[in-house]
């Protein structure tokens, strides 16, 4: 292994040369896995200055990355991989006036975007991947996207770019006239023998004849095979009446492999019109929905996006996607999604009627919804999520990036899709069919097992086929995603032997030494080695787990659903839960593709008898917090919190459990304990001196303050005054049990108190028995022997008196959710099935209240006309497991009361997460990205509401402002 001790001296930003980072980014969203020398994350120019010199002197490769969302392998290698995403993320100039921003290479497009809309402009081209994807991986691959019909791909929208070449000479790449085209070939320097090569490849007319012959048809908007010299040739400089030479032509897409591209100068558009619809065609076949497409396109549509059977099948079982498949009808083989954008919505209604009868005429689908407002963003979430979904399918046999690029002319398309699924017959395959039809590009996915010899020999059969079929049609190989490692072997067979050679030329001359992401477009090794998965590699699948991983066939094939897709590398501008920390540290260590990866990679290859004792694994698991959000917002819905739990119980047998994971996991006893004389506990804790010691000696976090103890235990309350609350049930609308977890028991028993008296008087007999605490911190902590056993005795206490007339009902999301959702999977066999039926009969106080509501058995009239507004911020748990929803439904009974959701993910607490003295910092910073802003931000007389005892801790730790528990809020609106 190499030192890099003196390069690391030399650099201002982050250097790794670790396992742990390596193995992490060893992969990105394709099939490839290779392992790189080190990973960098230069903090400024002069960074990738000394990289580039190191790089020469040692002849290694540097491999640009930004969000890893690659398909075809481009950011893996065995150089350094230097990842810009986390430091050159600045948006450095607008031009509103000339509709032109300038940005660094880390710029989400999504996020560029929001700075833009107030100027009614945005950069156009737009990816499935838009909410992560980089301006430097849109410009490497030279990517578009759903609205390419219409605004074309990132080439068409660059003006200009800075770089740095492979000796360290730094150019601006622009277009420019034919007088500054000749003066470019007198420089003597590299950036003039670039000039100078370029120029006479391109007046030699046998080249010129080759070109034209071999490229891609010109009319095929999507082509992204090899070097675009195609682009270059029709200029200027080489044919008459053509526009000026701009190198930027054959930048875009060159994956990284001719120059470090440092900024650049991006065209804007208009904000389009708002009068716009979705038609969303249901079809019984493929083919048909293809046909429908080229009757689309008469209309001008600005989108044509193809979701087939496959897709939506994966939408069933996804929990955040199912909701979004509402307007789908019956069981269609294909539903084609055309986009319509008018100047008026008269013009609009129009044209939507004119196309659906069009397509009745043709005899062309049965079902055709149209789609309109809040409607449309669920719609594409669906079809962008597509990729994502498909690591849903639980089998080796999956569907694999090896032909999934390819774009022929449209009006070609249902022919080349006959013959495509012709040769996948002949091998007795099927394939996914989804995205960009409107275009002539639609993502196909064979069905493959890679981890067979067959399957990684079919992975390269399938290849050359549809390489020749491709050619035939004198279509592009890669329509949007690169030839990367995948596709540039096929490079000579697509542009022929002498083209390739030219190619040559240009990375030769660019990159003498081949130093930037070396081995792809040029010299690409054969495309199915250096897999993920190879034939040879010999998986430990004989790991036992004390969770239930059985209905994803064990823990290593559940991380392997993680595809890398890079869903989970969303800022808190996006929304969402999923992975706050990588929110506030951007980090791809902090993110669920990063813990899923090196799971995977560990568990599959240690020859250990505990693989899980490793400390790879910690260090990416540490800064996980438990909020779930995996669970529901990734498409594959790879649940990183289930696997970190088993990853702790687990590595704890190996190495023993630390005395404050043994204290945070047994708080219940202490608090117990603690509670005959809560004055006096609330008097240490809560002392500067004392407080202070306690927290240094038990490794919480000294700025933090600790929860204190009530007074009374809710149990006890309940057992004083029990006769007396059931003096406020006037009338009688039922029965539930309340599950008085830990927390509300000795912390927050005043808002128990509350939710006793609220139900009461609503007319809800509410019964309170002896039962185990919830287990939700010995499943945080990992201690998950404990949690089998309180699990096994609240499922025995309850079955039998639990039931769909009388239910079990709780105010802390964390702890009465845990029936749901891990109670079932602790447990096995016959407890396992009593512990799934008891969980349909167990709801939160918000989802509990929201079912009487729509039953009718409470009403707003039962409560206060006066005017409030309401700011809530939902519980992590709730988000993923529950939803928000009834939340609101519930608060909106008093009718003049306003309910505002905050945008916030995680509110950073995550039960003991945040007091733990090297957490502390982390989890301050996630309650500041959104939460606390918002907070500071509202009126004093507005409410706060948070159903989670954390999350108001957090809201009272980082803002000084009380939150309430929506019984409180409702207790005090309740007409008495």
């Known amino acids: 292994m190499k030192n890099f001790t003196e390069l690391s001296t030399k650099l201002e930003g982050e250097f790794y040369d670790s396992q742990t980072y390596r193995i992490l980014y060893s992969t990105d969203a394709s099939a490839y896995q290779e392992m790189p020398l080190a990973v960098c994350l230069p903090k400024t120019e002069k960074d990738i200055e000394i990289l580039i010199e190191y790089a020469q002197k040692n002849n290694i490769g540097l491999i640009p990355r930004t969000a890893g969302t690659s398909l075809a392998g481009q950011v893996v290698g065995k150089g350094i991989v230097v990842d810009v995403s986390k430091y050159f993320d600045k948006v450095l100039e607008i031009n509103a006036k000339e509709k032109w921003v300038r940005v660094q290479m880390g710029v989400v497009r999504d996020e560029l975007n929001r700075v833009l809309q107030p100027y009614n402009l945005m950069f156009a081209p737009e990816t499935s991947t838009a909410n992560r994807a980089m301006i430097g991986g849109m410009i490497g691959n030279n990517s578009c996207g759903s609205n390419s019909i219409i605004y074309g791909s990132t080439r068409e929208h660059l003006l200009s770019l800075n770089a740095i070449l492979s000796n360290g000479e730094k150019v601006e790449f622009s277009s420019i006239s034919k007088e500054n085209f000749d003066k470019k070939l007198k420089n003597d320097n590299l950036e003039g023998k670039i000039y100078q090569t370029i120029q006479n490849i391109l007046i030699d007319k046998e080249n010129q004849i080759n070109i034209r012959e071999e490229f891609p048809k010109p009319n095929i908007p999507r082509r992204n095979t090899g070097y675009a010299l195609d682009l270059l040739l029709e200029t200027a400089p080489f044919t008459d009446n053509r526009p000026n030479f701009d190198m930027c032509k054959l930048m875009a897409g060159s994956e990284g492999t001719l120059a470090f591209t440092m900024e650049a100068k991006l065209n804007l558009v208009d904000i389009p019109s708002p009068h716009r619809a979705l038609i969303c065609g249901h079809y019984d076949s493929i083919d048909e929905s293809l046909r429908a497409n080229l009757v689309a396109l008469l209309y001008q549509p600005t989108a044509c996006e193809l979701i087939d059977s496959y897709i939506l099948d994966c939408t069933k079982d996804s929990i955040e996607q199912s909701k979004n498949r509402f307007f789908v009808e019956g069981n269609p083989q294909a539903i084609l999604v055309v986009e319509l954008i008018k100047d008026t919505e008269k013009e609009l209604n129009e044209c939507i009627e004119s196309l659906i009868n069009d ?61 495509f699924n012709e040769i996948l017959k002949k091998y ?104 993920r998965y190879m034939p040879d590699k010999k998986i430990n699948d004989t790991i036992e787990t004390l969770l239930d991983f059985s209905d994803k066939n064990g823990i290593i094939n559940a991380s392997e659903l993680c595809n890398g897709s890079g869903d989970c590398r969303k ?20 993110t669920t593709r990063a813990r899923a990866n090196i799971l995977r990679e560990v568990l599959s290859n240690s020859t250990e008898k505990n693989p899980f004792a490793n400390e790879n694994i910690k260090e990416v698991m540490d ?80 700025q933090r303050s600790l929860p204190k103890l009530a007074n009374i235990t809710l149990y006890a309350y309940y057992k004083k005054n029990g006769r007396d609350l059931e003096k406020l049930q ?91 959702d891990e109670y079932p999977e602790l447990l096995r066999g016959e407890m396992q099935e009593k512990a799934r039926k008891l969980a349909k009969n167990v709801f939160t106080f918000e989802e509990f209240l929201a079912k009487e509501l729509d039953k009718g058995n409470i009403n707003e009239n039962q409560f206060t006309n006066e005017s409030k507004t309401l700011k809530l911020h939902g519980h992590c748990h709730q988000k993923s497991i529950s939803s928000l929803v009834p939340s609101k439904k519930i608060l909106s009974l008093p009718k003049n009361y306003s309910v505002q959701i905050i945008p916030s993910g995680c509110c950073g607490m995550a039960g003991s997460f945040g007091y733990e003295k090297e957490h502390y910092e982390v989890s301050m910073q996630i309650g500041e990205l959104v939460l606390f802003p918002a907070i500071r931000k509202m009126e004093e007389n507005n409410l706060i509401v948070a159903a989670g005892t954390s999350c108001r801790h957090q809201i009272f730790d980082g803002t000084k402002r009380k939150a309430l528990h929506p019984a409180q809020i409702l207790w005090e609106a309740l007409r008495k």
């Open 623 to 702: 800064l996980c917090i438990g909020c779930k959000g995996c669970k529901s917002e990734c498409p594959s819905n790879v649940d990183i919190t289930k696997m970190k739990a088993e990853f702790l119980y687990q590595y704890y047998k190996e190495k023993g459990i630390p005395f404050r994971t043994r204290l945070i996991a047994n708080i219940t006893q202490t608090n117990k304990l603690a509670s005959i004389l809560p004055q006096f506990y609330n008097f240490l804790i809560g002392n500067s001196f004392t407080g202070t010691l306690i927290k240094k000696i038990t490794g919480f976090a000294t």
């Open 359 to 419: 397509l009745k005429t043709n005899q062309l689908g049965f079902h055709f919804p149209v789609l309109k407002g809040e409607d449309m963003p669920k719609v594409w979430n669906l079809r962008k999520a597509g990729l994502g979904l498909l690591g849903n399918i639980i089998s080796d046999n999956r569907p694999v990036p090896v032909i999934e690029d390819t774009a022929v002319d449209v009006q070609e398309l249902p022919q080349y899709i006959r013959e």
């Open 428 to 531: 007795n395959l099927s394939s996914v069919h989804y995205a960009h039809a409107g275009s002539g590009e639609l993502h196909l996915r064979p069905i493959l097992n890679l981890k067979t010899k067959e399957g990684n020999q079919m992975f390269r059969t399938i290849a050359q086929e549809i390489a020749i079929l491709v050619k035939k049609y004198k279509g592009s190989l890669s329509g949007e995603h690169g030839d990367g490692r995948l596709r540039g072997e096929f490079i000579p067979q697509m542009l022929g032997e002498k083209n390739y050679e030219l190619l040559k030329k240009i990375k030769n001359v660019f990159d003498e030494n081949h130093i930037f992401n070396p081995n792809k477009i040029i010299d690409t090794p054969p495309m199915n080695t250096a897999l």
């Open 571 to 590: 800022s808190q501008l996006t929304g969402g839960t999923m992975c706050p920390s990588y929110m506030a540290t951007r980090n791809e260590k902090d």
């Open 730 to 820: 006037t009338q009688k609308k039922g029965k539930l049990y309340l599950f008085v977890d830990e927390f509300t028991n000795y912390n927050d028993t005043e808002m128990g108190i509350v939710t006793l008296k609220l139900l009461f008087s609503l007319g809800y007999e509410v019964k309170i028995i002896a039962h185990k605490e919830s287990g939700r911190t010995f499943l945080s902590k990992g201690l998950l022997d404990k949690a089998k056993k309180i699990a096994t005795e609240n499922v025995t206490i309850f079955e039998n008196i639990v039931n769909e007339n009388c239910v079990l009902v709780g105010l802390e999301p964390s702890a009465i959710l845990s029936f749901r």
